[in-house]
Structure formats: structure tokens, C-alpha cells
């Protein structure tokens, strides 16, 4: 698939441009280039696709499960006939490598086609009544037209995330595409389209949040939002879709913690570390930022790890540990944010500046960043920067790394490493997180299991899993009464 020059909205399976004929521009994390340039929406853009979106929604209603389930099937299929080409428009987006571009997409073709199974499933319950010649019901039915707004750092997967889900139970949708990843939205969209997703069903829209999102948010027509991105735009969407009660989902951001204990295989604790806290550039919600270690073990951990950090190689292809962060306000915020750190009393022991090497300076590189000293309520500490940088804290035992775990204000992922079944079974019993690792990474669920997290990493929803469909269908109470007389 060749990337056009300008990307169009998609709506009612036509390519249009914006209203006004703005675009905004593409670049390359990697080099600060141009890939393309993409519709700057705005809210007639969005109308546009809402009416599209609420025409075909009760012919898709009108499908058997089944059938939205072969035809889901069908565009997971040609995802995956087509997926070293996607892969490649994903990795050329976000800079990261070719391997992990096309990991990332066959996790999308995973979960359509474990969402495309659902329409054989889409199970309600049966259960008894306390009335004599009553039998008591659930079925599902969809919510109507849902609103998806997705962040951009594993773009192929965070459509995949809600697209699939949102169809199957019988809803339409407008996808509000990521800004920074307009081309693997067109060329999912394009895939579904020539796989026999009928137009109107999928309609994508580009720009940026509050021109594009907030009118999808707004509108009374859409009766579901579904977000995935920050916990500050999180709670603006969550006001302006309760002043007209419509379900939201949020996927939020966390900080979240990676206890290493003095039982634990050091090695292997270093080796998950340095991936939790540096894949994909430290740009996934379920990165580990907080490294909270023994004190027995500190001095040890922390020089291995220093000493692995430092090797680690930025670039863009499969022979780097880490690519690019998204763009380069990411960048300057995070800069920014570890300074302020340095300059309130933490160390930096390793990295904490943009790369600018003949190499790198062109791209979005963040070295991969070590940092120690600093306070547990401080801004390093609490808010989540989104890029490789983690902070370490020294505790004196298990209590004190259980009870340093939870304080924060996220809680999406966590882990533990240990030897000890008694540790690793109290902490995933009592850490705040919505998914718990023993002995590995802080890393997203499988798709067929669900992810999310309490206090301000979501607001109670869980994502994908079956219970996904909670989420985008709605229930009914049927009730039969017999009776017997007319038997
Ligand atoms: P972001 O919140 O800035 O943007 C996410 C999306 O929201 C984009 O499409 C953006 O255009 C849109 N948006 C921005 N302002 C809006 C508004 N006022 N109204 C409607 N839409 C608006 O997030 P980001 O920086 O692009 O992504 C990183 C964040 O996403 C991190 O916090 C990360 O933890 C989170 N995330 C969470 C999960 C999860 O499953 N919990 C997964 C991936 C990323």
C-alpha cells in the first residue's frame, strides 16, 4: 500500500477531503520528514461521518451476529494477507522497528479474529423467576453509533482494539484516527473496505482532538464514546459526554511499578526492566517508569542495569533496542520534566537529554533515561511521561515496595520479581492495578483477556477480552410469561 500523499476521511465509504481543504502535516519520527499530509477535520467533518455512521447502523444492527462475525472475520483475514504492508506503514509512522510494527499487527489480526468468534457466542443469560410460568432472560443488542478516539503508539492495535469490539455487537462507528498515525487508519479502513465491510459502517475521520474529537464527543447521536489516550484528555471527554449521559469508556494512562525483591533472578529482573521500561520507546500505557528495589540488592541491580541501559542502540530498524518518541512536543515535555527533576534534587544516572548525534538529531530520540533520588510524590514520580524514563527507589523490604506501589494515582499494570510464592501471591492480591505480572514485564493483555485499571488509569470499563462486549452492547431483561390454560 502506498501512502497518499494527502490522507482523506473516510465516510460512507468515499474518500473526502476536510470541509475547509486544511491539512496538517505528517513527519517522521525518525527524521523529522514529511511522510504525508492528512484532513484537518473540523466539526461539519464529523457530522458528516456521525450521518453516515446512524444511516447504516440498522442494516448492520439487522445482521445476524453471525454474519457481522464472517464479514469481521473477512477483514481480519485481509489484514492478515496484508499485514508485512501494514506493518511497514506502521513502523514508517511511528519510528519503531519493522519486527515490532508487524508483532503489533498480528496482534490486530488476533483480535479480529477472536472478536469475529463473538458473533457466535454473544452470549446473554438464562436464569430462573420467582413466577410461576415465567422464564427470565438477557439478550444484548447493540448501543447504536460509537465514537472511537485512539491514541497513536501502537496505532494497527488500538484500531484493531475498538473497531472490532464496537462491530461486532451491531454498532456502527467513527473512528477519530490519532494525529500522529493518520496512514495506518486510512490503510485499516481501506483493507475493510475492500474486505466487504459495507460503507457507513466504519468512518474514519483526521485531525486534531479538540477539532475533531470534542464534536464527536459532543454530538447527541453518538451513544458511546470509547477513548483510549491521557488521563487529563480522559476527564475532559468524561465531563462533556456525562452533561448528556452517554457511556464512556476510558483507557487511560499509568506509572506504573516493577518491584525487583533480594530472592529474585537478577538477570532476568535487569533483562524485563530494561523491556518495560524501553520498548516501544517507553510510549505504552503499561510501561514500567517506577522501579522500586530492594535495598539488599540496590547497589548490584542498579549498576547492571545502568550498564545494560547504556548499550542499548536507538534507530529504526530491527538491530535497535528503541526507536523514536512520537513527536517532538513529546520529546520537549519530557526534557523538560526531567530537568525540573535534576533541578529538585534527583540524579540522573544515565541518559535525561535528547540524542543529537549526526545520527539522531533529525528524529524525536529520547536517550533511555535512569533516575534515582527522586521524592515519591514528585512530578517524575506521579505523572506519566510517556517515553523511556524511569525512576528507581530504594525500600527497605516488601511492605514498604507493596505500600510504594500503590501510592500513585494510576493503576493499570504492575509486577513483581521474586522467588518467593508468598510475596508474588500477597502482591498481586493487593497492588492497585488492573493487571498483574509475576517474574516478567509490565505488558498489555492478550486479546481475549480484559485490560484496564482502577483510580485515574480508567473509569471502570475493561477492554478487550469478552468483556469488551459489555461495553459496546446493551443489555435487555426479556421476560416470557405461558400460560397454561391455553395449552
Ligand atoms: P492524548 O490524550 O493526547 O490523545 C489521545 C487521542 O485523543 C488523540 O486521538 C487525540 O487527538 C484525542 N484528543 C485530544 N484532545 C481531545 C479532546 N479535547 N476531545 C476529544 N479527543 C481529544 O494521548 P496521547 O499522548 O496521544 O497518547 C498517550 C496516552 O494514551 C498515554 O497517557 C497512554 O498511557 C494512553 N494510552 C492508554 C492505553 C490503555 O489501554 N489504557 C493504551 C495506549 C495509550
Redesign the pocket.
Known amino acids: 500500500m502506498t501512502i497518499p500523499a494527502v490522507i482523506l476521511n473516510t465516510i460512507n465509504g468515499c474518500e473526502a477531503p476536510a470541509e475547509s481543504g486544511d491539512v496538517l502535516s505528517k513527519r517522521n519520527p525518525h527524521d523529522g520528514s514529511e511522510i504525508c499530509t492528512f484532513a484537518r477535520s473540523r466539526t461539519g467533518d464529523v457530522e458528516a461521518a456521525i450521518a453516515a455512521s446512524c444511516a447504516a447502523q440498522p442494516g448492520w444492527a439487522d445482521l445476524t451476529p453471525v454474519r457481522r462475525g464472517d464479514i469481521l472475520r473477512d477483514v481480519a483475514l485481509a489484514l492478515r494477507d496484508r499485514q508485512e504492508e501494514v506493518a511497514a506503514i506502521v513502523a514508517l509512522e511511528t519510528g519503531k522497528c519493522p519486527r515490532d510494527a508487524l508483532g503489533e499487527t498480528g496482534g490486530a489480526v488476533e483480535l479480529g479474529m477472536f472478536m469475529a468468534g463473538e458473533g457466535r457466542r454473544l452470549y446473554g443469560r438464562t436464569t430462573t423467576s420467582a413466577v410461576p410460568n415465567k422464564s427470565a432472560m438477557t439478550i444484548r443488542g447493540p448501543v447504536g453509533v460509537a465514537g472511537l ?6 496505532p494497527i492495535a ?1 484500531v484493531a482494539w475498538k473497531v472490532f469490539p464496537a462491530l461486532i455487537c451491531g454498532n456502527t462507528a467513527v473512528l ?5 498515525t493518520p496512514a495506518t487508519a486510512w490503510a485499516f479502513s481501506r483493507i475493510a473496505a475492500d474486505a466487504g465491510l459495507p460503507p457507513g459502517v466504519l468512518n474514519v475521520v483526521h ?4 477539532e ?3 464534536p ?2 459532543a454530538h447527541p447521536a453518538v451513544d458511546l464514546i470509547s ?8 476527564r ?2 468524561a465531563a ?1 459526554a456525562g452533561q448528556r449521559l452517554a457511556r464512556v469508556s476510558l ?4 506509572k506504573n511499578p516493577l518491584v525487583v525483591c533480594d530472592d529474585a533472578d537478577m538477570e532476568k529482573a535487569v533483562e524485563w526492566t530494561l523491556l518495560s521500561a524501553f520498548s516501544n520507546a517507553g ?3 503499561a510501561a514500567a517508569s517506577r522501579i522500586i528495589i530492594f535495598d539488599a540488592i540496590y547497589d548490584a541491580f542498579c549498576e547492571r542495569l545502568i550498564e545494560r541501559t547504556r548499550k542499548l542502540t536507538l534507530g529504526p530498524t530491527d538491530q535497535n533496542d528503541l526507536g523514536p518518541v ?1 513527536n517532538l512536543k ?1 520529546l520537549e515535555r519530557m526534557v523538560a520534566v526531567v530537568s525540573r527533576a535534576n533541578d529538585n534534587g534527583a540524579t540522573i544516572l544515565t541518559g535525561g537529554s535528547r540524542l543529537l548525534d549526526s545520527e539522531h538529531r533529525d528524529g524525536f530520540y529520547m536517550a533511555p533515561t535512569l533516575i534515582e533520588k527522586a521524592g515519591p510524590r514528585s512530578e517524575i514520580s506521579t505523572h ?1 511521561l ?1 517515553g523511556p524514563v524511569a525512576c528507581l527507589y530504594r525500600v527497605k523490604g516488601f511492605r514498604q515496595a507493596l505500600a510504594m506501589a500503590n501510592d500513585s494515582p494510576y493503576g ?1 499494570t504492575a509486577c513483581i520479581h521474586t522467588a518467593s510464592l508468598h510475596r508474588a501471591q500477597v502482591f498481586t492480591q493487593k497492588v492497585e492495578a488492573g493487571a498483574v505480572v509475576v517474574n516478567a514485564g509490565t505488558y ?1 493483555s492478550e486479546p481475549h483477556m480484559p ?3 482502577p483510580k485515574h ?2 473509569n471502570g470499563w475493561r ?1 478487550p477480552g469478552t468483556e469488551a462486549l459489555d461495553v459496546y452492547s446493551e443489555l435487555k431483561d426479556v421476560y416470557i410469561n405461558v400460560d397454561p390454560k391455553a395449552l
Open positions: 478516539i485512539i491514541a497513536a503508539n501502537t488500538n477519530k484516527a490519532a494525529e500522529d485531525g486534531l482532538g479538540p475533531a474529537g470534542g464527536l464527543v477513548f483510549t489516550g491521557s488521563t487529563e484528555v480522559g475532559r471527554i462533556l483507557e487511560l494512562g499509568g510510549q505504552r500505557c512520537i513529546q506519566e510517556f493499570l498489555g485490560f484496564g485499571g488509569s480508567g477492554e
